[in-house]
């Protein structure tokens, strides 16, 4: 158990701060130390990146508190680890008495090496146990009317040397380990009485009812285990003693010895070979990658293991002179019983996204002077040192502009936090973890010590995936604007609100993510939703479709990725059909190369109200603006049996946030309007058209309208009035048709909704068209008259049973026919 974690958490509880400290020298082969230095992410220079050389000391009265924190730790470890030996050694009476008789389960011989050891370690345990229980539970005296803490006053270094000293049994039991385990395993295939007695040894929980089921095998590794954290215990506890204090001394000669116990175990030996699992297979390495660990507040960048059995989170100390490179032990959860959790996207603060623009506009800068002295000679220097920069800077951008969170729990209590800045990979680590505990594979304790020191050789990914560390000029690389509009999708087996989430690689200039907005509860999800990235250095591209549901976490549905071919792609849309499993999208693409320049750090959304709507419809690349549809959608989800729909007005303020939200995100405006009261969405409908800075149908189409009117054969008239509209422009007169078909739809219900098409004319008209007014040709009208106009234009296309279909989005499929892809 890793007591030091255990300490961290608690502390947390208990609302104490905790400052990692520095520690002055750095011993090479204890695998077990911390970080000294926290890579927090910091305001940039003009020249050079900063970041905090030491962390906060803490006041000698908070180490202390930290201190009896860290004991406390510690003695409720030794007690379950009493627990586990007693559970060890609980059989051993009994084998041993049948190794007398006619069938022994195990031989005498057997008996002593397997057993070898175990009692004196027990016992040992036992004796430390019992007297630092004693000392901590001694009440503290009382001084200047406050209660003095134990931890001022309490001495414990001679336990822990007495402890250590006599780690001489250790090296007996690390000695006869590998010939122990080879009986447990010879047996336990041989005799059926002792495979049950194996597979099935139980130790209680201490104060709770409950009960741990172990294997033979898993409870003889607990000891070995066990004396590799030793150095981890004492380094903890000797970092929260102050110099003066009584015990530093017999502390620092504690830990000395026992990093000299651990040093001194042959790398060579047998013990180090795999574990075999109770599942009758070897502990293998399934994945590995690099993620930023979110613990206290800070990001670190970690090589993260998946093993059949258990996740090690891991540093990398990199080769220096002399010495090879290694990796540190961080932390380790166990599969068996792990729950997972994963976040969408978080919204990075204001003060974090200057901080990281100003990052990449000096990558841009340098990637830019690369590119201009790649011809000229003497610039081999330049490029060396101009490249290592670009590293350090992709590295510091790789360690804090991750937003996806991926948490992990363990039913032991233990919890971690990893941050991903691509969900596809998110998505992929969660496969596979999932597959692996649904396996339900027993885990087996690792020794530590042995599986961080072999991540060096076992690692699949060898260093962090860096774009400048391999980027290279690759004509089939893109590098310029990729646009992609998402249509639809298909082969849902129930409704779902589903997004699109795509994702593209390079260089880190760019946002290289984007989502659609959240779709309605629907079997055909549709978005016409168009997304733009400016990529240098793009060769592929990952979409995922994701299902959200209220109160419960988001699911993927399904994922892909496709390489991106500049020879293929060009400035014509191309339509894809992509198989993410049950799930059929289908999207465009397309890419315009051109020289790149830097984004605003301050670009925002442009905004949706009061924009012309051939402004919007063109930066949305739709026909029909999102708000529009979003809101009409919504209405049509929960609003058609709503008594006054349209007429009924929403809250002011609730109708002005919602009109706030989209100005700003496209997706938190649609997040709000899933449970938006029903009366604010058709409000903002409402307000959208009133607040068009040219009405949606064109003033100078007024007069030729109102001529129309008088038209006294119904035919001839709608005839005349589907002509004029044929004049507007396109998003206009879509626009226009959209809303039509859904009022048509409304007053359908108007036995319910009491909103026939007279009532829905009534309140739309005013806001849909206007008299120009003073200085434009034609006769000048009063307000009574231009509202009847008004009215009786809108009523009189709703009554058109023929009405052209609207058309949402642009023609993205003007290339070749669909390709398909299956995934």
Not at 289 to 295: E, L, P, Q, T
Not at 634 to 637: A, L, M, Q, S, T
Not at 674 to 686: I, T
């Given at each position: 158990?890793?007591?030091?974690?255990?300490?961290?958490?608690?502390?947390?509880s208990?609302?104490?701060?905790v400052?990692?400290?520095?520690e002055?020298?750095?011993?090479?082969?204890?695998?077990?130390?911390?970080?000294?230095?926290?890579c927090?992410?910091?305001?940039?220079?003009p020249?050079?990146?900063?970041?905090?050389?030491?962390?906060t000391?803490?006041?000698?009265?908070?180490?202390?508190e930290?201190r009896l924190?860290?004991?406390?730790?510690?003695?409720?470890?030794?007690?379950?680890?009493?627990?586990?030996?007693?559970?060890?050694?609980?059989?051993?009476k009994?084998?041993?008495?049948?190794?007398?008789?006619?069938?022994?389960?195990l031989?005498?011989?057997?008996?002593?090496?397997?057993?070898?050891?175990?009692?004196?370690?027990?016992?040992?345990?036992?004796?430390?146990?019992?007297?630092?229980?004693?000392?901590?539970t001694?009440?503290?005296?009382?001084?200047?009317?406050?209660?003095?803490?134990?931890g001022f006053?309490?001495?414990?270094?001679?336990?822990?040397?007495?402890m250590?000293?006599?780690?001489?049994?250790?090296?007996?039991?690390?000695g006869n380990?590998?010939?122990?385990?080879?009986?447990?395993?010879?047996?336990t295939?041989?005799d059926?009485?002792?495979r049950?007695?194996?597979?099935?040894?139980?130790?209680?929980?201490g104060?709770s009812?409950?009960?741990?089921?172990?294997?033979?095998?898993?409870?003889?590794?607990k000891?070995?285990?066990?004396?590799?954290?030793?150095?981890?215990?004492?380094?903890?506890?000797?970092?929260?003693?102050?110099?003066?204090?009584?015990?530093?001394t017999?502390?620092?000669?504690?830990?000395?010895?026992?990093?000299?116990?651990l040093?001194?175990?042959?790398e060579s030996?047998?013990?180090?070979?795999?574990?075999?699992l109770?599942?009758?297979?070897?502990?293998?390495?399934?994945?590995?990658?690099?993620?930023?660990?979110?613990?206290?507040?800070?990001?670190?960048?970690?090589?993260?293991?998946?093993?059949?059995?258990?996740?090690?989170?891991?540093?990398?100390?990199?080769?220096t002179?002399?010495?090879?490179?290694?990796?540190?032990?961080?932390?380790?959860?166990?599969?068996?019983?792990?729950?997972?959790?994963?976040?969408?996207?978080?919204?990075?603060?204001p003060?974090?996204?200057?901080?990281?623009?100003?990052?990449?506009?000096?990558?841009?800068?340098?990637?830019?002077?690369?590119?201009?002295?790649?011809?000229?000679?003497?610039?081999?220097?330049?490029?060396?040192?101009?490249?290592?920069?670009?590293?350090q800077?992709?590295?510091?951008?790789?360690?804090?502009?991750?937003?996806y969170?991926?948490e992990?729990?363990?039913?032991?209590?233990k919890?971690?936090?990893?941050?991903?800045?691509?969900?596809?990979?998110?998505?992929?680590?969660?496969e596979?973890?999932?597959?692996?505990?649904?396996?339900?594979?027993?885990?087996?304790?690792?020794?530590?010590?042995?599986?961080?020191?072999?991540?060096v050789?076992?690692?699949?990914?060898?260093?962090?995936?860096?774009?400048?560390?391999h980027?290279?000029e690759?004509?089939?690389?893109?590098?310029?604007?990729?646009?992609v509009?998402?249509?639809?999708a298909?082969?849902?087996?129930?409704?779902?609100?589903?997004?699109?989430?795509?994702?593209?690689?390079?260089?880190?200039?760019?946002?290289?993510q984007?989502?659609?907005?959240?779709?309605?509860?629907?079997?055909?999800?549709?978005?016409?939703?168009?997304?733009?990235?400016?990529?240098?250095?793009?060769?592929?591209?990952?979409?995922?479709?994701?299902?959200?549901?209220?109160?419960?976490?988001?699911?993927?549905l399904?994922?892909?990725?496709?390489?991106?071919?500049?020879?293929?792609?060009?400035?014509?849309?191309?339509?894809?059909?992509?198989?993410?499993?049950?799930?059929?999208?289908?999207?465009s693409?397309?890419?315009?190369?051109?020289?790149?320049?830097?984004?605003?750090?301050?670009?925002?959304?442009?905004?949706?109200?009061?924009?012309?709507?051939?402004?919007?419809?063109?930066?949305?690349?739709?026909?029909?603006p999102?708000?529009?549809?979003?809101?009409?959608e919504?209405?049509?989800?929960r609003?058609?049996?709503?008594?006054?729909?349209?007429?009924?007005?929403?809250?002011?303020?609730?109708?002005?946030?919602l009109?706030?939200?989209?100005?700003s995100?496209?997706?938190?405006?649609?997040?709000?309007l899933?449970?938006?009261?029903?009366?604010?969405?058709?409000?903002?409908?409402?307000l959208y058209?009133?607040?068009l800075?040219?009405?949606?149908?064109?003033?100078?189409?007024?007069?030729?309208?109102?001529?129309?009117?008088?038209?006294?054969?119904?035919?001839?008239?709608?005839?005349?009035?589907?002509s004029?509209?044929?004049?507007?422009?396109?998003p206009?007169?879509h626009?226009?048709?959209?809303?039509?078909?859904?009022?048509?739809?409304v007053s359908?219900?108007?036995?319910?909704?009491?909103?026939?098409?007279?009532?829905?004319?009534?309140?739309?008209?005013?806001?849909?068209?206007?008299?120009p007014?003073?200085?434009?040709?034609?006769p000048?009208?009063?307000?009574?008259r231009e509202?009847?106009?008004?009215?009786q234009?809108?009523?009189?296309?709703?009554?058109?049973?023929?009405?052209?279909?609207?058309?949402?989005?642009?023609?993205?499929?003007?290339d070749?026919?669909d390709?398909t892809?299956?995934?």
């Open positions: 158990m890793d007591v030091y974690q255990e300490a961290l958490r608690y502390l947390e208990q609302h104490v701060p400052v990692v400290e520095a002055t020298e750095a011993l090479e082969e204890d695998v077990f130390q911390e970080e000294a230095v926290s927090l992410l910091s305001p940039l220079l020249e050079s990146l900063d970041f905090p050389d030491t962390p000391l803490c006041s000698p009265k908070e180490m202390l930290r924190v860290v004991l406390k730790g510690i003695l409720e470890t030794e007690e379950v680890y009493l627990r586990e030996l007693e559970t060890l050694l609980m059989p051993m009994a084998l041993r008495a049948s190794a007398g008789t006619s069938q022994p389960v031989s005498g011989r057997q008996v002593q090496t397997v057993f070898y050891q175990v009692p004196e370690i027990r016992d040992m345990h036992q004796s430390f146990y019992s007297g630092l229980k004693a000392r901590l001694e009440p503290g005296p009382e001084q200047d009317g406050e209660m003095n803490y134990a006053n309490l001495v414990v270094g001679d336990l822990f040397l007495k250590v000293n006599q780690f001489g049994l250790y090296g007996g039991f690390i380990y590998v010939e122990a385990v080879e009986v447990v395993r010879k047996c295939h041989s059926p009485r002792f049950t007695l194996a597979q099935s040894m139980m130790s209680s929980n104060s009812k409950t009960r741990t089921k172990y294997t033979f095998e898993a409870l003889l590794y000891p070995l285990d066990r004396v590799t954290k030793t150095t981890l215990v004492l380094h903890d506890l000797l970092k929260t003693t102050p110099e003066e204090h009584g015990d530093y017999f502390l620092q000669e504690a830990l000395r010895l026992s990093r000299s116990f040093s001194g175990v042959n030996s047998q013990c180090k070979r795999e574990v075999m109770s599942h009758s297979m070897r502990r293998k390495l399934m994945r590995d990658g690099f993620v930023v660990d979110a613990s206290e507040g800070e990001r670190s960048l970690r090589h993260l293991f998946l093993y059949t059995d258990l996740l090690l989170c891991t540093r990398n100390k990199p080769a002179r002399g010495k090879q490179e290694q990796y540190r032990f961080c932390w380790y959860l166990p599969l068996a019983g792990l729950k997972l959790r994963w976040v969408a996207d978080q919204e990075r603060s003060d974090a996204h200057l901080r990281l623009h100003a990052i990449r506009t000096k990558m841009h800068l340098l990637c830019q002077q690369l590119r201009q002295h790649a011809n000229r000679s003497r610039a081999l220097a330049f490029a060396a040192r101009s490249r290592k920069k670009l590293e800077m992709e590295l510091t951008l790789l360690t804090h502009s991750p937003v969170t991926l992990l729990h363990s039913p032991s209590g919890s971690h936090t990893l941050l991903l800045s691509s969900l596809y990979e998110l998505e992929e680590w969660r596979v973890i999932d597959k692996l505990t649904k396996d339900d594979i027993e885990t087996v304790p690792p020794d530590l010590l042995t599986l961080t020191s072999a991540c050789k076992l690692r699949m990914t060898q260093q962090p995936p860096l774009h400048s560390t980027a290279e690759d004509e089939k690389s893109l590098c310029g604007t990729l646009s509009a998402v249509h639809s298909c082969g849902l087996q129930q409704p779902a609100s589903l997004y699109v989430c795509v994702e593209v690689d390079g260089y880190e200039f760019y946002d290289k984007a989502q659609t907005h959240s779709s309605v509860h629907s079997l055909n999800p549709h978005w016409d939703q168009e997304l733009c990235f400016q990529v240098d250095g793009a060769q592929d591209l990952r979409v995922l479709c994701v299902s959200q549901s209220d109160g419960q976490d988001d699911t993927v399904g994922k892909a990725s496709l390489k991106l071919d500049s020879k293929v792609l060009n400035k014509r849309w191309r339509r894809r059909t992509l198989h993410l499993g049950q799930v059929e999208v289908t999207l693409l397309k890419y315009c190369p051109h020289p790149l320049q830097l984004s605003s750090a301050t670009a925002q959304q442009q905004p949706v109200f009061c924009v012309p709507i051939e402004t919007l419809s063109r930066h949305e690349g739709v026909l029909v999102h708000v529009v549809r979003c809101c009409v919504e209405v049509e989800r609003g058609l049996d709503e008594v006054g729909i349209y007429r009924v007005s929403g809250t002011t303020s609730d109708i002005g946030t009109k706030n939200a989209f100005n995100s496209l997706r938190e405006a649609v997040t709000r899933r449970s938006a009261d029903v009366n604010v969405v058709s409000g903002v409908l409402k058209f009133r607040e800075p040219e009405p949606l149908l064109p003033t100078k189409m007024f007069h030729s309208l109102a001529r129309t009117l008088e038209i006294q054969d119904m035919n001839c008239r709608l005839v005349s009035m589907l004029l509209l044929q004049s507007c422009p396109e206009n007169r626009t226009f048709l959209y809303l039509l078909h859904h009022l048509q739809r359908k219900m108007q036995d319910v909704n009491k909103m026939s098409l007279m009532n829905l004319a009534t309140v739309f008209g005013p806001s849909l068209l206007r008299h007014g003073l200085g434009h040709d034609g000048t009208m009063d307000i009574s509202v009847v106009v008004q009215v234009v809108v009523f009189c296309y709703l009554q058109c049973n023929n009405l052209p279909e609207a058309q949402t989005s642009l023609p993205h499929d003007t070749a026919e390709e892809t299956h995934v």
